[in-house]
């Protein structure tokens, strides 16, 4: 388990995880008569930021994080994610 | 099982997943119920009997009108989950990917796991739920059942009420 990773690698594995979570819902769902999508997904993420090896360090909230370095309540990431149709790049003058 | 592996118990995306398949998996479960009401009802035989006076002088008929219920328009009720949000508190951890398997998930660089803060979570890690990550997933549906309505249409256009005397 690692405490600590970069902002830039946490949000985005965040966001990854989420695109590939949708993605399967939608192949395992392929055929059905009604599928569910998630149009808007909220992140509370109370967790300790710091400045560490030139960069900003996240350690989200844990036990581990908690009982092991008495961190991880201190900060707060809310993050609002918005479904995006695929393929829409949001260039009004590209056309496919 | 060690700490570190029973406090990581469901993989970020995995949980977000099941969870979305769930609600797919219960709305499935209402139509099926459904195309087994509009089934019972399409072999249902309703007649309706009048009867009708006509010219001068009156004379008087029994008639009848007759079709399946879905051609009168009775239909099943659809229950439909319009939205819904799920709101779960969680305990985010983080681990190096190490798998050498193809696929999306293996060209991130770490997995992120989701423990949900019950109970046990607190009372064994002595830890609080005011510390703990939330998520807030809404979920709707896409696309509504339009072809499943199409095909009620079509029953009915294709057997419509027959109106005819009977004395």
């Known amino acids: ?96 | 099982m060690s700490v570190a592996q029973e406090v990581a118990n469901a993989p970020f995306d995995e949980m977000i997943r099941d969870l979305l398949l769930a609600m797919v998996s219960a709305q499935n479960e209402a139509n099926m119920a459904f195309i087994a009401g509009v089934k019972e009802l399409s072999d249902e035989t309703v007649t309706i009997s009048y009867t009708k006076t006509t010219g001068t002088p009156p004379t008087t008929e029994t008639r009848e009108i007759s079709g399946n219920a879905l051609a009168f328009g009775i239909l099943p009720t659809l229950l439909q989950i319009q939205n819904g949000i799920i709101e779960i508190k969680m305990a985010v951890t983080i681990t190096k990917n190490t798998s050498v398997s193809v696929g999306v998930k293996a060209k991130a660089k770490f997995l992120f796991f989701s423990a949900s803060v019950d109970a046990k979570y607190q009372n064994s890690y002595s830890y609080k739920a005011e510390a703990s990550s939330l998520i807030r997933i809404t979920v709707a549906p896409s696309p509504p059942p339009q072809p499943l309505m199409e095909a009620i249409k079509t029953i009915a256009e294709a057997a419509p009420p027959v109106d005819k005397a009977t004395t």
Request: glycine share 6%; aromatic share 8%; net charge negative.
């Open chain 1, 1 to 96: 388990m690692i405490p600590f990773i970069s902002l830039r690698d946490f949000l985005e594995e965040i966001a990854m995880n989420l695109n590939v979570a949708m993605d399967e819902v939608l192949e395992k769902s392929k055929g059905m008569p009604v599928t569910f999508v998630a149009p808007s997904v909220e992140l509370e993420l109370p967790c300790t930021i710091r400045y560490e090896s030139n960069s900003l360090q996240v350690g989200p909230s844990n036990a581990f994080i908690s009982n092991y370095y008495g961190l991880g309540n201190d900060s707060k990431i809310n993050i609002h994610f918005m479904l995006k149709p695929r393929g829409d790049n949001g260039n009004k003058n590209c056309r496919a």
